[in-house]
C-alpha cells in the first residue's frame, strides 16, 4: 500500500525558468533513465521477489525513486511554464505546448511517449541486482550532463541531490548481490562450457582510417581468458564440440530465485536447501 | 566494413521441430536481450568510443552477436517450419505463419517488434560496460530457460554454445571496465553529496501478508551505508542541505569518455593529461 | 513524498492458480486501462494542478491507483506461479515465461508493453476530469469481465474490490467536474461558432446488410441540435461562414487552468479574478 | 462502403505559411487526440455497435472526423511547403522534410508515428460514450490552443469551424448517452459492492511547498461519498470485507452491449428483454 | 470529404464462426499489410500529390480500402463473436476478449496496436508509386494465406473478392508509374556516380551449412552489373573515388513531385518547364 | 558468421561539424528507411530463403547495407560532436547530447527509436524482391534530399557513394525478380477472380478546390483496367459474384517459396517439380 505525503523530499526552486533546459530534463521523468523507469523497474521486482531481505530493499529504493519523480517533475514544470504563452518556447516542445497545456508530460527530451521496453525485469534476483547497478550508473551519468548544460545555482542543487541518490542505491544494489556470495560470473543454475568458455573471438580485424587497430588487453589476455581468431583470418575459430548442459551444475546462492523451467526441478530443490545466510 | 561468410559459427540441427518452442527461441532473436539487442548495443556503443583499445573489445563482441543471430536464426526457422501447413501450429503465432510465412521474424515470443528503446547507450564508457556486464547476465538466464523448455537434444547443445559465450561476454566486460582502474562506485566526473551518499533511505515498512517485513542487511547497515527513517515513520528524513556541484570532483581514468556539458571543459581537460595506463 | 506499507490494500488469495487467467488479469496491470495507467493519468495531472482542492483529488486517487497495482499485482503472480515449470502454461505467454520468469510485468494481456500513449492528460483541469471518468467506467467494465471468466471465489472477491472503487473515483470525478460549475459543454475559453455547433451532420446514409438503416434521436434532433445532410445526398451540408474566435468568450470557472496561447492572455486575468468558489 | 468527394468540407487558405505551426499543427492530424484518432475510434466503435440507432451516430461521426482528417492535413501541408527548400524550416521537423518529403504525414507534432494505442474501444456501449465525450473535449482545447498560437486570419477560421465541431459532436454523445436511460454511475452488469463505492479514500496527506493541504470537497464528502483516512495515518482504511459479485445486479439499458463473459448470460439475457425506449 | 453507405461493398457471411481464424483475420484490419496501412498510405499521399490526375488515383484507391476495412472488419467481427463468452476462444486473443468485449479491435493478430510506422509515404511521387506496388504485393500474398486456413466457404469468396483487388490496384499503381515514362531505375534528381553504380559488391562468401555457396546471377553479372570482389578476399573492392553530386542530372518526368533541398531550384525549375504528358 | 575489419567501407571526412545536420543524416541511420533497416530486411529474408542464388544475393546486400551503417554512422558521429559542450546544439536533439552523450543512436531523425515495424518481410521471394526495390528507391530519394541540405563537399561526396549503391542494389534486386520469369503481376499460388481484377473502382469524384477533379489515365482504362463508377454516383458497382478460391491457379516460379497454408500442398508440389532454370 502506497501513501502519498504532500511534501516534495526535496524543496525546488528555479531562478529563470529554461523551457529548452525543461524538455532537456524530461529525460529524467519519461526517459529511458528516468525516475519511472527506475521506480517501476525496482518495485516490480521487489512485487516477484522471493528473499524477504532484498524485496525489502527493492521496494524501499522503488519507493524512494517515485519520490524523485515528483522531485523531478516539479523542477520541470517550472522551466516549462513560459511554454503556456510564448510562442518561441512553445516550439521547443509543442507536444508539451499544444497538447499538454505546458505541464509536464510522461515523455522523454525528444517527447517519445514511456514505454515498459526500458525496463529489465528477468524474475532472478541476482540477475536483476546487475541490471539495477547498471541503471543507477546510467541515472547518475544523465544527471551529471543535465548539471553541466544549466546556469541556474537552485536547480544544479535539486539535481546534485538526485545524483548522489542514484550512488547511493548503486552501492545498495552491489552489496546486496555481494552479499549473495555467488561467484562473479555464476548466473543460474547451468554452469557455461568449459574450455569454450575461456576464448576471446577476435571478430574485428585490421586498421581504421581513425588510427583504430587490433588491440590485446585485459579483456582478452588475462583473467583466464585468451584471444581465438575466427578461420577468416586464419586462425582456429571457436571450440564448437558440442556440450550437454546440465541444470544444477551452477554455484548457486541460497537466496536465488527458483529456477525457470521443466526440467530444472532438481537443481531448484537443492539450492533451496542450502544454508541460509544472514539476510 | 562488414563481410559475411555462410558457414553458421555454431551448425545448428533440429530432431523433431517444435513450433511453440520455436516460438519461445524469437525472444533471443528479436527480444529485449536477444543477440540483435546485444550486436546492436555493442556496436554502436564501439562506434563512439574514443578509446581503441576497448573500442576493439565492443567491436569483437558485437560482431560475435551478430553470428550469434545467425545462428539462433536459423534454429527457430527449422522450429517454425510446421508453421506453413498446420493450423494448429500456425495460431501459436499467427503473425509469423500468415505475415511472415512461417520464417524468422524480427519479433519477441509474442510477436512485439525489436525496438530500439531495449538498447542502453550512453556514450560514457565506464557507464556502457556496466550496461553490457547487465545486459550479458541477462541474456544467460533466458539461454538458461529456454534450455530447460526443450527436450531437443541438439537444441540444448546449441543454445549451450550460445549460452556460454554469454559468460565469456560478461567475463570480458568486467575485466575492461576493471582495467579502467577506476573506483568501484565512481561514475562520471562530479562527487557526489558526502553524507548523503551514505545515508539509505527506508521508503519501506510495516509487515506484509507474507511474512514480510523490514530487513537490516549489508546493503543498509554496512559498507559505509546508514539507515535513515523518512519523517513519515517519525525518522529525521533524508538530508537536503544544499550543495553545489562541481565537474571535476569525481576519481576520472584516462580512459574515460570526454564528458559532455557547457561547463565541464576544465574537468575532461585535466582527465585527458592523466597518465594513460596500459590498454 | 511517498511512503510504502508492506500490507496490501486488500489481501489476496487464489484458490486454483489459472495460469491463462493470469495472464487475462495482466490487462489491469500493465494494459491500456489498468491500474499503472490510471495512477500515472492521475497522478501526473496532479502534479501539473493549479487548483489545490482539485489536486488534492488526484493525488489521492492517483496514489490509491498505485496500490491497486500492487494488489492487482500480486493476484497474477499467484495465477502465473505455474508458468516456471509447467511447459503448456509457458506456452500462454512465454514472453512472461522465458524472459520474465514467471513473475508479473508491465505488459498487458498479449505481452505488449505497457506505454504512456494510454494517458490521457491535458493540463486543463475540466477536460483532464472529463478523461478520468470515462477511464474510470473503462475500468470497470474490464474488471467486471475478468470476474465474468474466472471461477475462483477469492480472485472474484479482490477483483469486486477493485472494481468497485473505479465506480467511487467514477463519481468522485464527477462531482470535482460539477463542483467547478461550468456549463456542461463548455470547455476553454472560446465558445464555438453559432448556428453550426447545432448542426448534426448525417454522413452515414442509406441500408446496411444487417438491417441498419438512417436513425433520428436525441443525439440528432434534440437538445437543440438538428439534422443536416451532406451535398453528396442533396443536402445543404453544413454552415461554412467564417467565424473568428474570440478567446474569453466561453464560460470559464474560476479554478479553471490557465489557459495556453500568445494571445489568451486577457481572458486568463479575466478568469482568474472571478469569485472563488468553495473548494 | 465509403465515397470520397474532392471538394473539403471547409475550403483552407493560408495567408502565410509559417512551417513551425505547421508542424505544431501535426498535432490534430497524427496526434493523440487528432482527427484520425478520432475517425478511427468512432467507426471501430460503430463497426461493432449492436443498438442501430447509436450505430448510425458512431459511423456519422466516425465518417465526419474522416473529413476533418483532409482539412486539417490541406492546412498543414499549405504551412509546411517551406520545408521544401528552407534550411531553417527543414530543421523544425526533419522528419517531414527529409524522409516526408515536406508533405503532411501520420506523425504528431514531435515525429511521433501515430498508434492505436491512442484509441479508447471496449465494445461496451456506454463506456463506449463515455470515452467519446472525453475525447471530444480534448480536441477542443488541442484546437483552442492552436488558435491562439497562430496570427493567420484565415488559419484561425478553419480551426474555429473544426473546433466547433467537437462540440457538436460532444453533445451528440451526451445525448446518445443519456437517452440509455442508465443511472449515472451504472457501468455493465455488477454492482459495485454497498458500504465500500462510498468510502473516498484519503491516500495523501500533509502540507506541501507550494501551500497545498488537504482539502474536503464535494469529490470527498457529498453526494453519498464519506472521506476515510488510511491505516498510516491512524485512520480505519477501506471495508474489505469479501462480497460476492453477481452478475446482473446494476441497472442495465435495453441497448446495451452485450455482456462479456462465461458466466454472465443470464444477466444478458434478462437485459435483453427489457422493454426497448425508442432510439 | 468523405460519405459513408451503410451498405457493404461486398455482402460477408460466416458458417461457423472460427475465433483463432478471426484472430488470425486480424492481420488485415490492424496489420502492417492491411487495409487500414493501404487505406492510410494512399491516402496521405494522395494529399500530398502535386499531380492531379495521379492524385485521383491514389484518392480512388485509399478511399476503396476505406470500404475494405469495413468488410473485412464485419468477417472478423463474426468470427470473433464466440470471444464473448467462451473462455477458450477468450483465451486465444485476451486483449479482444477482455478489453475490447469481443469486437474488432486496430490491432494485428499477436494484439499489437497499428502504428503509421507501417507506412511508406515520402513524398516523391514515382517513389510512392513503388512502395505502393510492393504493399499490393504484400496484401495479396496474406490475402491468400488466410484463403489457405479456413475451410468456410463463404469466408474464402469474400477473402477472395478482397485478395482480388489488391491485383487490380497492383496493375493500376504499374500503370501510372509507368506513364510517368521515367527510365526504369531512374529516381529523383541526381544521377549515381558511374561506375560504382555497376558494381556489385560480394560481400558474403563461402560455403554454408546447407549447400548454400557463392552463386553468380543476372543480378550481379547481367544488365550492365558486374561482379566486384571484397579487399577482404582477395578483390579490389568497390571504386571510392570522390565524386561530386550534381541536382538535375537524373531523368526527370513532367509529373514528378517538386524535388527538396535548399540547392535544388534550378533542377525543379527544369522538369517543370518539359512538356506535360497526358494524364 | 560475421566478421568486421575495422576499415570503413567509405573513408569520411567533415569539414564544418554541423549537428542540426547530423540530427538529420540519423535518419539514414535509425530511420524508417535508413541501413540498419535494409540490413535487416535483406538478412533476415536471406535468412529465410529457400532459393540458394537469390539467398546469396539477400546476404550479399544485406551485408553490404551493414557496412553503410557504419560508414553513415561515422558521418553523423563527425557532425554530432558539437553536442558534446555546446548548448545550443545540444537543444537539436536533447536525446542525443543528454541520454546518448552526443554519440550516434539508433533513433530517426526526430529521436524516435528504431523499430522492426519499419521491415518488409513476408517469406515470399517474389513479393520481398518487390519490397526490396521499393525500400531502395526510397532509401535514394532521401540521401538525394539529404545531399541538398548540406554545404560541406566532403559530406555531399559520402553521400553520392552511399546513394549510388541504393541505385546498384534496386537494379539487382529488379533483376533477381525478372529472373524468376514470372509473369509481371502473378503473385503467390491463387488467380485473382476475373472479370472483377479489371475493374478499376471510382471511389473519389467531383472537383476540389484546387482544381483537382475526376481524371482518366492508363491506370483506370488501358492495360486491361476499365473504370467502374460507384453505386452511390450511379454506377454498377464492382462485381460481387461469389468466386471459389483454387491453389495453384496462379503461375508459380521454380524458384518460388513453399506457399503457405493448410490446403496449398498439391500447389505448392507442382511449383517444386516445374524445371529449374538458371539461378
Known sequence: MYHHIKKLMYTVKVGTPDPRFGNMLLEQFGGANGELAAAMQYSIQGLNCEDPGRKDLLMDIGTEELSHLEVVGALIRMHLKPMKNDRDAAEADPLVAVAGGGGVTLCNS?????????????????????????AE??????????????????????????????????????????????????????????????????????????????????????????????????GTGLHVAPYRPQPGTE????????????????????????KREVA
Chains 1, 2, 3, 4, 5, 6 share one sequence.
Open 110 to 134: 525528444v517527447g517519445s511517449a514511456w514505454t515498459a521496453d526500458y525496463l529489465k525485469v528477468t524474475g532472478d534476483l541476482a540477475v536483476d541486482l546487475h541490471s539495477n547497478i547498471a
Open 137 to 234: 550508473a546510467r541515472a547518475k551519468i544523465v544527471y551529471e550532463r543535465l548539471i553541466a548544460f544549466t546556469d541556474d545555482v537552485e536547480t544544479k542543487e535539486a539535481l546534485q541531490f538526485l545524483m548522489t541518490r542514484e550512488i547511493t542505491h548503486m552501492r545498495a544494489f552491489s552489496a546486496a548481490l555481494d552479499s549473495m556470495q555467488k561467484p562473479r560470473f555464476a548466473i543460474g543454475i547451468i554452469k557455461p562450457t568449459p574450455g569454450l568458455v575461456d576464448q576471446f573471438f577476435n571478430a574485428s580485424t585490421g586498421e581504421g582510417q581513425d588510427g583504430s587497430k587490433d588491440y590485446v588487453g585485459p579483456w582478452n589476455q588475462e583473467d583466464g581468458l585468451n584471444l581465438i581468431d575466427s578461420e577468416m583470418t586464419g
Open 251 to 274: 554455484d548457486a546462492s541460497a537466496v536465488d530465485s527458483t529456477p525457470v523451467g521443466v526440467d530444472t526441478g532438481d537443481a531448484g530443490d537443492r539450492k533451496k536447501s542450502s
